[in-house]
């Protein structure tokens, strides 16, 4: 596909053609983007949910939305020549599922809030667009190809400087009045804002208050720990204890079959997912134990781009890729 061919998508759709080339052989493929505040992602994923390819640059939020709109454009084009039927768009900020368009918390990029993304991209690259809050792209990335796998129903808790989250029902988002369900971090724990007692930056936080002779971040909370220091080990037990209050208040809550933790802390494992297990059991009815699954999050860094493609693949019409 070249830039001529680009321009030749028709009025009733974009790239039909290249759709129906695609039945007959290998299953169609989607540019993803994940659009964060210091990088952009990309690469092509398939219909299957395997990413053949991925690259990064700079975001370059500096320089505006629209310099950024137009580099965005150059990627896509750079991979023009794999037929792809549709880009699929992941990125920092509120989004307005429908439009498309970002509705605030975006001040990485210039002019970013209240950008008509979904129709710039559109018009851009002449391929049909779907755009999805980062932390929900998550969630749809985990049931897809992540330790949510064969799950209907589960949620996603991403703990990093906040908490924040993905809610799934039927395989599908649920976003809320206003695409914005899943703000649990701004709930209240013991009469603390849950996030500023219970994310990694929390933890951190507790950790400079018990021990305010460094500066600490989650990791080294941890490292001491395991290096046999009480006072770590101290922090520890009451910033676990904040974390598994929230998750038991989630699961009474949703009910969900599956909870699902990512960000930084998804880097601590197993050994992980079994200590926060523990305590959130001890915390529930003994009857809801047995009803949810507490694991960590397993699609890493592509996670973003995964879940794009589900919320492009869920949301366009399968004419287009089929």
């Known amino acids: 596909m070249n830039d001529k ?26 540019v993803a983007l994940d659009i964060g505040g210091t990088q952009i992602k990309h690469g092509l994923v398939n219909t299957r949910g395997e990413l053949l390819c991925t690259a990064r640059i700079d975001t370059e ?26 880009l699929a768009v992941s990125t920092l900020g509120i989004i307005d599922p429908h439009r498309g368009s970002i509705l605030g918390a975006a001040d990485a990029v210039r ?7 979904k129709e710039r991209l559109q018009q851009l690259c002449k391929l049909p667009v779907e755009v999805e809050n980062d932390v929900n792209c998550v969630a749809l990335a985990e049931g897809w190809r992540g330790a949510a796998l064969g799950m209907h129903n589960y949620i996603a808790i991403t703990l990093g400087t906040g908490i924040g989250g993905g809610i799934v029902i039927d395989q599908r988002l649920y976003r809320g009045r206003s695409a914005a369900a899943g703000e649990w971090g701004c709930s209240t724990i013991e009469g603390e804002i849950w996030e500023d007692v219970a994310s990694l930056r929390g933890l ?33 037990e ?28 998804s880097a601590r494992g197993r050994r992980f997912e ?6 959130v059991a001890a915390r ?27 919320n492009w693949l869920q949301r366009q019409p399968k004419e287009l890729y089929c």
């Open 5 to 30: 061919s680009i321009s030749s998508a028709s009025a009733e759709g974009f790239f039909p053609e290249a759709a129906r080339r695609a039945a007959g052989g290998p299953p169609p493929l989607l």
């Open 61 to 86: 939020g500096r320089a505006g939305v629209e310099a950024m709109l137009e580099r965005i454009a150059g990627i896509v084009r750079d991979y023009a020549g794999h037929h792809p039927v549709g």
């Open 111 to 117: 002019g970013y809030a209240g950008c008509p993304l």
């Open 204 to 236: 951190a936080l507790l950790a400079a208050q018990a021990m305010p002779t460094q500066r600490w971040t989650a990791r080294q909370v941890f490292d001491a720990r395991e290096a046999g220091d009480a006072r770590a080990a101290a922090v520890l």
């Open 238 to 265: 009451l910033w676990f204890g904040r974390l598994a209050v929230g998750l038991a208040n989630l699961i009474y809550a949703f009910n969900p079959e599956g909870v699902i933790i990512g960000g930084g802390i």
């Open 274 to 279: 079994a200590e926060i297990g523990a305590l």
């Open 284 to 310: 529930l009815r003994p009857e809801f134990r047995p009803m949810c699954r507490i694991l960590v999050a397993a699609t890493g860094n592509d996670a973003g781009m995964l879940g794009a493609a589900r």
